[in-house]
């Protein structure tokens, strides 16, 4: 009997689950609600295959207006930064399989541009920034030779990229303060690249001939038109050798030689995920190498800018000594796919506390514009060029977020502090696909600081970006 | 009386039935089987590529489209897919790729001509998710229970008779922390699954469909994703252009991403 009574309950626990199963799979089927009519949807022409690798065209409308500072510990160098800017330009890169195994790439920007300084109409309105051409020739898989304009970049870190060792003088016109952005449109140099890949590493070897001798630096008044600015990138002999390993599947360091004139660098490139969230990366660089002083009075010297025989306004050392730059960080994405990136930089060439002193306390004596200001500011200007960092330490942070608050809006954003006086430069930018083939920006940035910091003594102290993108 | 009767029949033939349905090589046996076997009707052994379509709907408008090229290759030891995704379209996004390599994630940008590494969590941002969801073999990354037998209806509204699996994260590389499944009894076809967080939160419910020959057999060829996050986001995935090819090791080393365009 109680055994009958035992089976009696589990058919009833079987028919009260199997009504529980239906009024679950009932709920189940509500979600088929939410399915839109898919009729209504444009056939999806399937593409080709090969369509749209690595290949674009776009044509951006970018305005922009800057803010001045005023009250100047030391006097900046004239024109002051133009009040607007209206920039139109045609960005393209492309590639043409020439065969199985040879390729022709291309890419370039043509802008043209309008602001209060230049002559309109003139050359300095049109605007060609030639950023590759080369051939590419594939003999075996995984085997490859370069010969051309090539860029080519290194370094794992977004804010400063001491392994990047052609970076040098490569940015022309930057639209955005943003390095990881500045990176996109750069000039590469006149080179033959050699690369091997296989199943556990890569080997790169580049040569850049020296053909031009060093050039000035170029203000945003002076740049050639349609000259493709070789001086820029092959103003000397440059040898790069780097070869990645993979130790493990979650670990491949990378390492770097590179030869320029009398100097050898030696490079590592590291990175690590930690757990799900967390990716760590470490990028060092380190040989001799006078300061940036030294090294910026002297490119000064030997192209003219300064007078051979003019006295350095800062103190100046000719001697070398080996010199670390580091670049340390960790990248964090949050649950609500917000990526978070922090690094750390170090640049042993850079100004010291007791250089920025030396810095403000020279050019305060001076008071007016002249000679000896004109080179306290030279330097500064030439570690832009160098696309090196200004204080020996920094610190950076960016944020990035797809699909930010509504759907196609993607917000980025960053801070770069000086780790001596706590000042820095701050830029937020949104992007609003208006489209696949529109999209829509502002871009906005300011320096905060003292007069007598890093970045409350440039001459702009904000600016304001907006553009319309339409992509082809 | 006639109720014992009645219990003693179901009983008996509880007895005499069920052995024989244990022994019968058609039935799914474990949850775990069941979700294998669902893993081999939607992706095959070797490596393939496919050109994936998906389509985003708005409250119920389609509102954009992005093409993605897929070669995935899987691993003989992890039995999990190695991925590279390559963006065809829309123009601003073409020719980036993300490599998803065991725990090693790379995203590169022809612009900037560089690589930067990602996160497993990261991964999951952007359309390149997708894809890459698509190919993973959940029995490899989860541990699956079977909640019970349930008829549910597909996203053409047609009932299916499937197994219930509810499976949770097995290990770090799992993509959720827990997935409900319902798989088609008797043709293993994925019919249904739920995504949720870490916290328990459901983001996705996704719907398999267009059932065709495609690599080697009949597999699902469509999808559908509902955001069970953006309440009015709703994406279709097609995947097109399957064929089996060979994906070379050197592929999957980050220094050969730049060359890859157009393979």
Same mark, same amino acid.
């Given at each position: 009997m109680r055994a009958i009574r035992v089976a009696e309950l589990a058919i009833l626990a079987a028919l009260a689950g199997a009504s529980s199963a239906n009024a679950q799979t009932g709920d189940e089927n509500k979600d088929l609600d939410r399915i839109p009519d898919l009729a209504a949807a444009p056939v999806a022409a399937s593409p080709p295959a090969t369509s749209g690798g690595g290949q674009s065209l776009y044509l951006e409308n970018a305005f922009t207006l800057n803010a001045t500072r005023s009250g100047f510990v030391v006097a900046p160098p004239p024109p002051s930064p133009t009040p607007w800017q209206e920039l139109l330009f045609l960005d393209a890169r492309k590639a043409w399989r020439l065969d199985s195994r040879l390729s022709l790439t291309f890419s370039g920007r043509l802008n043209l541009r309008e602001e209060p300084d230049i002559h309109f109409p003139g050359q300095e309105n049109v605007r060609l920034d030639l950023r590759e051409a080369y051939l590419s020739w594939t003999p075996v898989d995984g085997t490859f030779f370069d010969l051309g304009r090539v860029n080519l970049k290194s370094g794992v870190a977004l804010g400063f990229n001491p392994t990047d060792f052609f970076k040098t003088r490569s940015v022309v016109e930057p639209l955005s303060a943003d390095p990881s952005v500045q990176r996109e449109d750069r000039l590469g140099a006149l080179m033959v690249r050699a690369q091997r890949v296989w199943q556990g590493g890569s080997i790169t070897i580049a040569y850049a001939p020296g053909l031009y001798r060093p050039t000035p630096i170029y203000s945003d008044l002076d740049l050639p038109s349609l000259n493709p600015v070789f001086d820029r990138t092959n103003a000397a002999d440059r040898w790069l050798i780097k070869t990645s390993i993979t130790v493990h599947d979650d670990f491949s360091p990378e390492f770097l030689v590179y030869h320029e004139g009398d100097r050898t660098q030696f490079g590592v490139n590291l990175t690590q995920s930690l757990g799900n969230k967390i990716v760590a990366y470490a990028e060092w660089a380190g040989g001799d190498a006078p300061s940036l002083i030294d090294d910026a009075l002297s490119y000064g010297r030997e192209t003219g800018t300064i007078p051979q025989a003019a006295p350095s306004v800062l103190p100046d050392d000719p001697r070398r000594s080996f010199m670390n730059r580091l670049s340390a960080g960790l990248s964090y994405t949050t649950q609500s796919m917000i990526t978070f990136n922090l690094e750390y930089h170090y640049d042993q060439t850079g100004f010291s506390q007791a250089d920025w002193g030396d810095w403000f306390q020279r050019g305060q004596a001076l008071a007016r514009y002249g000679p000896a200001t004109a080179q306290l500011w030279y330097i500064r200007e030439y570690a832009q060029d160098q696309g090196e960092i200004l204080s020996q330490q920094s610190a950076f942070l960016r944020f990035d977020r797809t699909d930010a608050f509504v759907h196609n809006l993607e917000l980025s954003g960053f801070v770069n502090v000086d780790l001596y006086d706590g000042s820095g430069l701050t830029q937020l930018s949104a992007d609003y696909y208006l489209s696949n083939t529109f999209t829509i920006g502002v871009l906005g940035n300011a320096s905060f600081g003292d007069r007598r910091t890093d970045f409350g003594s440039l001459p702009g102290a904000a600016s304001i970006l907006i553009k319309l993108a339409r992509y082809f | 009386m006639k109720l014992r009767r009645i219990v003693a029949a179901l009983l008996i033939g509880a007895a005499l039935g069920l052995p024989a349905l244990s022994a019968s090589p058609a039935r799914a046996e474990t949850a775990s089987d069941i979700v294998a076997a669902a893993d081999k009707v939607r992706n095959p052994d070797q490596p393939f590529r496919s050109t994936d379509t998906l389509t985003e709907y708005v409250s119920g408008k389609p509102k954009n489209q992005n093409v993605l090229t897929v070669y995935a290759k899987l691993d003989p030891v992890t039995r999990q897919f190695r991925n590279l995704i390559l963006y065809v379209q829309p123009p601003r996004d073409a020719g980036k790729m993300v490599l998803l390599d065991k725990r090693a994630f790379w995203f590169y940008d022809p612009a900037s001509k560089a690589?930067?590494?990602?996160?497993?969590?990261?991964?999951?941002?952007?359309?390149? +998710?997708?894809?890459?969801?698509?190919?993973?073999?959940?029995?490899?990354? %989860?541990?699956?229970?079977?909640?019970?037998?349930? =008829?549910?209806?597909? +996203?053409?509204?047609?009932?299916?008779?499937?197994?219930?699996?509810?499976?949770?994260?097995?290990?770090?590389?799992? =993509?959720?922390?827990?997935?409900?499944?319902?798989?088609?009894?008797?043709?293993?076809?994925?019919? @249904?699954? @739920? &995504?949720?967080?870490?916290?328990?939160?459901?983001? @996705?419910?996704?719907?398999?469909?267009? %059932?065709?020959?495609?690599?080697?057999?009949?597999?699902?060829?469509?999808?559908?994703?509902?955001?069970?996050?953006?309440?009015? #986001?709703?994406?279709?995935?097609? &995947?097109?252009?399957?064929? &089996?090819?060979?994906?070379?090791? =050197?592929? &999957?080393?980050?220094?050969? #991403?730049?060359?890859?365009q157009g393979q």
């Amino acid at each position: 009997m109680r055994a009958i009574r035992v089976a009696e309950l589990a058919i009833l626990a079987a028919l009260a689950g199997a009504s529980s199963a239906n009024a679950q799979t009932g709920d189940e089927n509500k979600d088929l609600d939410r399915i839109p009519d898919l009729a209504a949807a444009p056939v999806a022409a399937s593409p080709p295959a090969t369509s749209g690798g690595g290949q674009s065209l776009y044509l951006e409308n970018a305005f922009t207006l800057n803010a001045t500072r005023s009250g100047f510990v030391v006097a900046p160098p004239p024109p002051s930064p133009t009040p607007w800017q209206e920039l139109l330009f045609l960005d393209a890169r492309k590639a043409w399989r020439l065969d199985s195994r040879l390729s022709l790439t291309f890419s370039g920007r043509l802008n043209l541009r309008e602001e209060p300084d230049i002559h309109f109409p003139g050359q300095e309105n049109v605007r060609l920034d030639l950023r590759e051409a080369y051939l590419s020739w594939t003999p075996v898989d995984g085997t490859f030779f370069d010969l051309g304009r090539v860029n080519l970049k290194s370094g794992v870190a977004l804010g400063f990229n001491p392994t990047d060792f052609f970076k040098t003088r490569s940015v022309v016109e930057p639209l955005s303060a943003d390095p990881s952005v500045q990176r996109e449109d750069r000039l590469g140099a006149l080179m033959v690249r050699a690369q091997r890949v296989w199943q556990g590493g890569s080997i790169t070897i580049a040569y850049a001939p020296g053909l031009y001798r060093p050039t000035p630096i170029y203000s945003d008044l002076d740049l050639p038109s349609l000259n493709p600015v070789f001086d820029r990138t092959n103003a000397a002999d440059r040898w790069l050798i780097k070869t990645s390993i993979t130790v493990h599947d979650d670990f491949s360091p990378e390492f770097l030689v590179y030869h320029e004139g009398d100097r050898t660098q030696f490079g590592v490139n590291l990175t690590q995920s930690l757990g799900n969230k967390i990716v760590a990366y470490a990028e060092w660089a380190g040989g001799d190498a006078p300061s940036l002083i030294d090294d910026a009075l002297s490119y000064g010297r030997e192209t003219g800018t300064i007078p051979q025989a003019a006295p350095s306004v800062l103190p100046d050392d000719p001697r070398r000594s080996f010199m670390n730059r580091l670049s340390a960080g960790l990248s964090y994405t949050t649950q609500s796919m917000i990526t978070f990136n922090l690094e750390y930089h170090y640049d042993q060439t850079g100004f010291s506390q007791a250089d920025w002193g030396d810095w403000f306390q020279r050019g305060q004596a001076l008071a007016r514009y002249g000679p000896a200001t004109a080179q306290l500011w030279y330097i500064r200007e030439y570690a832009q060029d160098q696309g090196e960092i200004l204080s020996q330490q920094s610190a950076f942070l960016r944020f990035d977020r797809t699909d930010a608050f509504v759907h196609n809006l993607e917000l980025s954003g960053f801070v770069n502090v000086d780790l001596y006086d706590g000042s820095g430069l701050t830029q937020l930018s949104a992007d609003y696909y208006l489209s696949n083939t529109f999209t829509i920006g502002v871009l906005g940035n300011a320096s905060f600081g003292d007069r007598r910091t890093d970045f409350g003594s440039l001459p702009g102290a904000a600016s304001i970006l907006i553009k319309l993108a339409r992509y082809f | 009386m006639k109720l014992r009767r009645i219990v003693a029949a179901l009983l008996i033939g509880a007895a005499l039935g069920l052995p024989a349905l244990s022994a019968s090589p058609a039935r799914a046996e474990t949850a775990s089987d069941i979700v294998a076997a669902a893993d081999k009707v939607r992706n095959p052994d070797q490596p393939f590529r496919s050109t994936d379509t998906l389509t985003e709907y708005v409250s119920g408008k389609p509102k954009n489209q992005n093409v993605l090229t897929v070669y995935a290759k899987l691993d003989p030891v992890t039995r999990q897919f190695r991925n590279l995704i390559l963006y065809v379209q829309p123009p601003r996004d073409a020719g980036k790729m993300v490599l998803l390599d065991k725990r090693a994630f790379w995203f590169y940008d022809p612009a900037s001509k560089a690589s930067v590494r990602i996160s497993p969590q990261q991964r999951l941002t952007g359309q390149a +998710s997708v894809a890459d969801v698509l190919t993973v073999n959940l029995s490899m990354d %989860f541990t699956a229970a079977l909640v019970g037998d349930e =008829t549910i209806q597909d +996203s053409e509204h047609k009932d299916r008779h499937c197994a219930h699996i509810d499976m949770h994260a097995a290990n770090a590389l799992a =993509t959720y922390n827990r997935i409900e499944y319902w798989v088609e009894r008797g043709t293993s076809n994925p019919i @249904k699954a @739920k &995504f949720y967080s870490d916290s328990g939160r459901l983001l @996705k419910i996704l719907y398999y469909r267009g %059932f065709r020959e495609s690599l080697g057999r009949v597999r699902p060829l469509e999808a559908i994703i509902i955001d069970a996050v953006s309440s009015a #986001l709703v994406t279709t995935v097609d &995947f097109g252009d399957q064929h &089996f090819q060979d994906v070379p090791e =050197t592929w &999957f080393q980050r220094d050969y #991403l730049p060359h890859l365009q157009g393979q």
